[in-house]
């Protein structure tokens, strides 16, 4: 046998050898497989049978989650900015918690105390799946936020479907599984709302859901678009008890900011006590008129379905407070009262007052919006107003231009708290509306003066005004309808104007 027939005698021997041993490593490694946990987002191949393997391959569920700002008229979302940077007023008072949120997210602000994130689980076109548990993952360490403090009451995002469920308020302090069998046909989707608290974490969080896909169990990571939720420990709460029980009554959310314009909660709350002045949304049975210096873009999306009854106007009047609106003509405001004491004073009486400045004339004629809803009947919403105040420009020192005024609204009324549960505090309400009459193109501006006085002779003052900057309501538009350029929408019927 010659040397090279020899080598390639070899070569071949040695080949088939190698080509064995591969053969047994890979055998080994499928079998190692089945008995290591699978990382999550990863099924371990032997648990699926033939078929429903193949069918997992080619389309498997998909999910997304986003963080939000609350689900419920009485959530309080509260953010640190890591930026010393003063909010701008636009982001602050009366319905505009939406731009405050934008504001602080395109900051990279912190969650304190409370974190929410909304969540959409699919399943594919050709397989059902089933969610077995939820929970909620403690991350990193990440450091405490330092910077602004800011806070929304009445904390609802509606950048979320309204109608997602809530799948539990969870503890990243003490972390547990929420037992489930929620069932997604196939191509269906599921959702909802979950909400991680924390009293010293100060961390990175993501939701973990365990489904049953294809016959396999399959762990399923929801984060922020491939990054971690975060959250940090609760800071001292911006809004008061008062604030908080005014979203009972009808109030739209409210944007606060720590330090930023007024004095803020403090001047607000007084050992146990606190007062708020709010404005609330038009009643289903009050017209809604609003003025801006811009045309609104959007509405027509709003005013499409003026067959819905009960819907339009107030979708239509949030979409004007966001957009930086005033009301006009008419609206209904509220000073609330609430009481953390167990001793509060009996037989407390309170005066409130207006204090209205300069009328204040615009550099061109606002555009006008109005709307009436299905069952309004020609009456202001005086169901629960106690009382009305009328601001006009005769009475506003129109021959004094740098004049002010304190128009009485209640005096010596008494205040009655009402304690709902031994745990919340003990409330009490009063209702006034307010109407503007003048030219178009002129606005008022005013506070909320409000004075008790206890028994024993004590007296405190609180001046209540929209997070830092004044209430504002401008005259109605001329008129019973609008005119050039402005619009009247009814909630049952067409345009008008």
């Known amino acids: 046998m010659t040397t090279r027939r020899t080598f390639l005698l070899a070569f071949l021997l040695t080949t088939a050898l190698l080509a064995g041993a591969v053969t047994v490593l890979a055998t080994q490694d499928s079998r190692d497989t089945t008995s290591r946990n699978p990382a999550p987002d990863s099924v371990a ?18 999910a997304a989650g986003k963080a939000i700002m609350g689900n419920a008229w009485s959530s309080t979302w509260s953010d640190t900015v890591p930026s010393s940077t003063a909010v701008p007023a636009r982001a602050l008072g009366t319905g505009r918690c939406a731009a405050l949120y934008g504001w602080a997210t395109a900051r990279s602000a912190v969650p304190r105390g409370t974190a929410s994130a909304a969540f959409t689980l699919s399943a594919p076109d050709d397989s059902p799946v089933v969610v077995r548990s939820l929970r909620i993952v403690k991350g990193r360490a990440v450091p405490t936020p330092q910077g602004k ?16 469920d809530e799948w539990g308020e969870l503890s990243l302090d003490a972390p547990r599984d929420v037992r489930l069998s929620r069932y997604v046909r196939p ?23 365990e489904v049953l896909e294809g016959g396999a169990v399959r762990t399923v990571r929801i984060d922020d678009a491939g990054r971690p939720f975060t959250i940090a420990s609760p800071v001292a709460r911006i809004g008061t008890p008062a604030d908080d029980d005014a979203q009972r009554y009808g109030a739209p959310d409210l944007a606060l900011a720590r330090g930023d314009g007024g004095a803020g909660a403090d001047a607000r709350a007084t050992n146990g006590l606190s007062v708020s002045g709010t404005r609330l949304f038009s009643g289903s049975d009050q017209e809604m008129w609003a003025v801006t210096n811009r045309k609104v873009r959007g509405l027509a999306r709003i005013t499409a379905d003026l067959d819905v009854p009960g819907a339009v106007c107030e979708r239509l009047e949030r979409s004007l407070m966001a957009a930086d609106a005033r009301p006009a003509a008419h609206a209904t405001y509220a000073v609330l009262f609430a009481d953390k004491s167990p001793d509060m004073e009996a037989e407390t009486v309170t005066d409130i007052s207006l204090h209205v400045e300069r009328p204040r004339r615009l550099d061109a004629e606002p555009m006008g919006y109005g709307c009436y809803p299905d069952d309004w009947n ?50 009490d309400a009063f209702f006034f509306g307010v109407s503007a009459t003048g030219p178009a193109d002129i606005e008022y501006r005013f506070t ?5 006085k206890s028994r024993s002779g004590k007296v405190t003052h609180y001046t209540l005004d929209d997070a830092g900057r004044p209430f504002v309501i401008a005259a109605r538009p001329v008129g019973d309808f609008p005119g050039q350029g402005q619009h009247l929408y009814r909630e049952v019927g067409k345009k008008v104007g």
């Open 448 to 452: 909320i003066e409000v004075t008790l």
């Open 45 to 62: 191949p032997s648990a699926i049978a033939p078929s429903a393997q193949s069918r997992t391959t080619r389309a498997r569920s998909k």
């Open 378 to 427: 020609l009456q202001m919403n005086t169901s629960r107003e106690g009382a009305t105040v009328l601001i006009d420009r005769a009475a506003q020192g129109d021959s004094d231009p740098s004049a002010s005024s304190d128009l009485p609204v209640f005096t010596g009324e008494p205040v009655t708290y009402y304690q709902e549960s031994a745990r919340g505090p003990a409330t």
């Open 187 to 209: 191509g269906g989707t599921t959702g909802g709302i979950v909400d991680a608290r924390t009293l010293g974490c100060s961390c990175e969080w993501w939701i973990q859901l």
């Open 149 to 164: 403090d800011v806070e929304c009451v009445g904390a609802v995002d509606r950048t979320v479907d309204q109608n997602l």
